[in-house]
């Protein structure tokens, strides 16, 4: 037996996909709300957002083609009176489930989910606002090395001045901030009677500190020849002197490695006295 279909019947499925799709937008919004907020990862930040738009797009879209009247029209002079069946098919109609009435929710859903999607792009421009935190370029030109921070290597262990050698060289992270990714560091012992000049940051006996970033490009110069006391970067061939206070002698890059200052603490583990004695990683700081 086949179910009779009412004058409006065929509008109710554009309806309930014009819902879930207004709800999609939302659902997009909020998601890209929550992933912001989180920190989020790019990828799940795009996908949220067009799915929010794609949803209220698709909602406006069906809802002009499948909902409002279009075509040419013809005004038809009206009887004094309806006949009874046209008066009962608009009862039905208006009283149906898919009477135009029921259409007020879509509006609420249009509304909730352009509303959403308002929101949700105003979470990005919170990062335009400081209020209380520095703005960025005060925040790039500090690391979180400080007075006192113990240097540990990158698995965590705190460093005392007896683990350094004089073949290598030791990677040191700030303890506390080993994913910091412009705060790497590394220890080495010199000759002291080869020092042609002063380290900048000073020194513990024959121990010194600086920055693991190259100034040109921000590669690791983890490359270090004992016999001449210089880092090499293996990306773009940079090299420094660490006897000359590790200024740059060959490569692209012009600035030295900034010097990380360092004191033995009461616990006989390394700690820092302060942040590098210049900003880490690229040249960008050489730029008027």
């Given at each position: 037996m086949t179910r009779?279909?009412?004058?409006?019947?065929?509008?109710?499925?554009?309806?309930?996909?014009?819902?879930?799709?207004?709800?999609?937008a939302v659902l997009g919004a909020v998601?890209?709300?929550?992933?912001?907020?989180?920190?989020?990862?790019?990828?799940?930040l795009g996908v949220s957002l067009?799915?929010?738009?794609?949803?209220?797009?698709?909602?406006?879209?069906?809802?002009?083609?499948?909902?409002?009247?279009?075509?040419?029209?013809?005004?038809?002079?009206?009887?004094?009176?309806?006949?009874p069946r046209r008066r009962d098919l608009l009862a039905e109609a208006m009283d149906g489930p898919?009477?135009?009435?029921?259409?007020?929710?879509?509006?609420?859903?249009?509304?909730?989910?352009?509303?959403s999607i308002g929101v949700a792009l105003l979470f990005p421009l919170r990062s335009l606002l400081s209020f209380r935190r520095p703005d960025p370029v005060t925040m790039l030109r500090h690391t979180a090395w400080q007075a006192g921070t113990r240097l540990v290597t990158p698995e965590g262990t705190p460093v005392r001045l007896?683990?350094?050698?004089?073949?290598?060289?030791?990677?040191?992270?700030?303890?506390g901030h080993i994913g910091d990714g412009d705060t790497p560091a590394f220890v080495v012992r010199l000759d002291p009677e080869r020092l042609r000049q002063e380290p900048g940051a000073g020194r513990v006996g024959d121990v010194v500190a600086y920055s693991l970033l190259c100034t040109h490009a921000g590669c690791p110069v983890a490359l270090y020849e004992q016999?001449?006391?210089r880092m090499l970067c293996p990306c773009h061939q940079s090299t420094f002197d660490l006897n000359r206070d590790a200024a740059p002698i060959a490569g692209p890059a012009a600035r030295p490695l900034p010097g990380l200052?360092?004191?033995v603490g009461t616990d006989g583990y390394l700690r820092a006295r302060g942040d590098f004695t210049a900003p880490p990683g690229a040249g960008f700081w050489s730029y008027p």
């Open positions: 009779a279909r009412g004058p409006m019947s065929g509008e109710k499925g554009a309806v309930r996909r014009i819902r879930l799709a207004f709800g999609a998601g890209f709300a929550v992933t912001y907020s989180l920190g989020g990862n790019t990828q799940l067009g799915l929010a738009f794609a949803g209220l797009a698709y909602g406006l879209a069906a809802w002009g083609r499948r909902l409002l009247p279009t075509g040419g029209y013809v005004e038809q002079k009206p009887g004094l009176s309806a006949p898919e009477s135009p009435l029921g259409r007020r929710g879509l509006v609420g859903m249009l509304l909730l989910g352009a509303g007896t683990d350094i050698g004089g073949e290598t060289i030791q990677i040191v992270v700030p303890e016999t001449t006391a200052p360092i004191e």
